[in-house]
């Protein structure tokens, strides 16, 4: 019956797999592998925007980890949200649960898409990981949920091909909490998610408008992102640190 199932679905699923092209698979073991959390850690982009909260990524921007999410959100291969949304869920716990989170719910806040951009993918990438991640955190003991309260309120240019300055300036006052829109538990801890963190200023942003709201307090605040370029990392710049060090 399984072997009838995959052969099913190969016939309306990619036939291979999207982080390295191995054959008769969504994705092979090295990709979910890439993706499984086992690498999370705190990540910081530089220069760092201000009002950046410390966020946490599962993987690095590259290789097979790179080509699945590019998969799932440009070219609209859903079925990847299941692993994506695991790999967001690790960097969830990655940050862990301490002082600046209660006992209470947690709610994972994802960073709106332009209504041009769903309209052109199909869906809302960041939205669909977050709500993949929230189940993955329930079926651990976790309550989380997905609380979509924020929106773009102006337009703002695509980031592509946007350096870190520039795309702070595109981005500021950009986003900013639904007072008609989704409700938050009385209480709950916010975690701003994202597939992806390159300069920050996204984040920042979505930050910003969070902490205007009144949602939050002090530093009671914190973002989880699937992948984050490798050189990010925190124990890569301890590394590179060691080694300029170990130079001189």
Known sequence: MREWWRELAGLVLPVDC??????????????????SGAA????????????????????????????????????GALPLAGAL??????????????AR?????????PVPSARRQVRARGHDPA???????????RRAGVPARVAPVLALRRAVADQAALGARERRENLAGALAVCRDGPRLT????????DDLITTGATLAEAARAVRAAGLVEGVGLRAAVVAAPAGSFDRNRSATRTDQKSCE
């Open 85 to 98: 949304g695991a790999a967001l869920a690790a960097a969830v716990r990655a940050g862990g649960r301490g």
């Open 127 to 137: 939205r669909r990981i977050a709500l993949a991640a929230a189940a993955r955190l």
């Open 101 to 109: 989170d209660g006992p209470g719910e947690l709610a994972l806040v």
């Open 40 to 75: 999370a850690g705190p990540v910081r982009p530089w220069p760092r925007p201000a009002g950046l909260p410390v966020v946490h990524a599962a993987a690095g921007y590259e290789g097979g980890v790179r080509e699945v999410l590019l998969a799932h959100k440009e070219r």
């Open 186 to 193: 009385a209480g709950a801890s916010i975690v701003l998610v």
């Open 18 to 35: 999207a982080g390295c092209g191995a054959a008769r698979t969504l994705l092979c073991g090295r990709c979910l592998e890439a993706l």
